[in-house]
């Protein structure tokens, strides 16, 4: 089946703009992650969802940051004034659930973000 | 909280030879431990883990990792490397019974002819 896309793949935008990544999980998988990944750098945990609602945000750096996922399928990332410092690749990822039980995470192909 | 360490950005092997990815970790409960891959331009990959059990885990391409608690250590080793292991290889760890992932910096594993 499908695996986890993430549209656009490249975002080039200019700094103080808006801009949303949006993250399309595998079907059915009710768990959803953000994370970003700096140059030179691991993957940066941001946010995750159980279902509809925010289960962990504490990984989101400022209040210009901020995630949804309305209907538990599809998420956006919005990014509000972005800053030179935002350049990253996005990634997202979904596994069949969260929590206390392990499942494993499958990641997309990530959204290269670049802030001029 | 936990970190992860990994020891060495880049590893240049050659081709049929043994390669070890050193892994530390620091956390003050139990974890699991997560190898994944990255290859060019493709999203990561998970290449093994250990939830608990057995502290020698092998995955998938011929990987294996063994999980040593005394030393904090989970390093990632293959007894014959081939050219299309080349790609970045992260190191991970999440809380028992968590699901967030800390990674590691990265290091890339350079197989050459």
């Known amino acids: 089946g499908a695996g986890v896309s993430q549209t656009p793949s490249n975002k080039v935008t200019e700094k103080g703009k808006y801009v949303e990544l949006r993250c399309d999980p595998i079907?059915?998988?009710?768990?959803l992650y953000w994370y970003r990944q700096s140059l030179g750098q691991g993957p940066e945990f941001l946010i995750y969802f159980q279902g509809t609602g925010a289960a962990d945000d504490s990984g989101l750096p400022n209040d210009r940051f901020f995630a949804v996922r309305p209907e538990g399928s599809v998420s956006t990332l919005k990014i509000q004034r972005t800053e030179r410092g935002d350049s990253a690749v996005y990634l997202c990822a979904s596994s069949l659930t969260g929590g206390t039980t392990y499942n494993e995470q499958f990641f997309g192909p990530g959204t290269r973000l670049t802030v001029l | 909280a936990q970190s992860v360490t990994q020891l060495d950005s880049q590893v240049p092997v050659f081709e049929e030879a043994p390669v070890e990815l050193r892994c530390n970790y620091s956390s003050s409960v139990s974890v699991y431990l997560f190898w994944y891959v990255q290859y060019p331009n493709q999203g990561l990959q998970l290449l093994l883990k250990?939830?608990?059990?057995?502290?020698l885990v092998k995955g998938i391409n011929g990987f294996e990792a063994e999980f040593n608690k005394s030393q904090t250590s989970f390093h990632l080793r293959k007894p014959s490397v081939h050219i299309s292991d080349t790609a970045e290889y992260f190191c991970?760890?999440?809380?028992?019974?968590?699901?967030?992932?800390?990674f590691g910096k990265g290091t890339m594993l350079l197989v050459s002819p």
């Open positions: 250990y939830l608990s059990g057995s502290t």
């Open positions: 991970a760890v999440a809380p028992s019974g968590y699901s967030t992932l800390t």
């Open positions: 079907s059915g998988h009710t768990a």
